[in-house]
């Protein structure tokens, strides 16, 4: 269990945060792993903090493990505990956004945009409607309003609304048949006859390894 922050946009004035007590779980049925909110504490700005602090204090004793200390945790100088807001997942972003560059998508699709003179973030866009896909599949109004929110630090996608999400979909279809096309031939040697002999030739040393480390155990 956690103490979870989530953001709720607002039209006219500051966002709402929240805190939340939630865990992760495996759903059988879905297959991926959920979040699951058991208490809502309230708007962050009217959350009592001395409340917030006996309860971090209760569950301290009621572990009774000395490897735990609130006190003793050292925060830099100009950033206190109380003054993080929220934690957010980036490493799902970094690896998929680095995959995206390597196999030439995102060149692709700036490529295209630059000949329609489209000055609208689609290759942000698409990345966006991607990763979530990737990390926590969700439609695209759970993407916009809750997975980009709330859920993952990407600074890039803070300009992007729910309706670039659509319409980088409408580009995409009227482009699909040369994107398609552009990537084939861009990852047709991707597993090529060189990556599979080093492939091989790891996995036949790997194999080898195994054998005289078992053969040096048994002797």
């Known amino acids: 269990m956690y103490l979870r922050t989530t953001r ?3 039209k006219h004035g500051p966002d709402a945060i929240y805190y939340q007590l939630a ?8 297959r991926r792993s959920e979040t699951r909110v058991i208490y809502t504490f309230g708007r962050a700005d009217q959350v009592d903090p ?14 009774n493990d000395d490897r735990i200390d609130l006190l003793a ?13 929220q934690v ?5 972003l970094y690896a998929a956004h680095a995959l995206w560059e390597e196999l030439g998508i995102g060149p692709l699709l700036r490529e295209k945009m630059e000949q329609d003179g489209c000055p609208a973030p689609h290759d942000t866009a698409l990345f966006a409607l991607t990763a ?13 309003e809750h997975w980009l929110a709330d859920d993952v630090y990407w600074p890039d996608a803070q ?12 580009f995409l279809l009227h482009h699909i048949d040369s ?7 861009r990852t047709a040697d991707l597993f090529n006859a060189e990556w599979m002999l080093g492939v091989v030739c790891v996995s036949t040393q790997r194999r080898w390894l195994r054998k005289r480390s078992m053969m040096a155990s048994s002797s």
């Open 23 to 30: 865990e992760n779980y495996y759903h059988k049925e879905r």
């Open 73 to 85: 945790r050292q925060f830099p100088p100009d950033v206190g505990i109380d003054d993080i807001e």
């Open 159 to 170: 300009g992007l609304a729910l309706e670039h999400l659509y319409r980088a979909l409408d």
């Open 179 to 185: 994107l398609e096309q552009a990537l084939f031939f």
């Open 132 to 144: 979530n896909r990737l990390a926590r599949p969700a439609s695209k109004l759970a993407c916009d």
């Open 88 to 92: 957010s997942m980036y490493g799902v």
């Open 50 to 63: 001395e409340a917030l602090r006996r309860l971090a204090q209760s569950l301290l004793r009621v572990a």
């Open 8 to 10: 709720q946009r607002r």
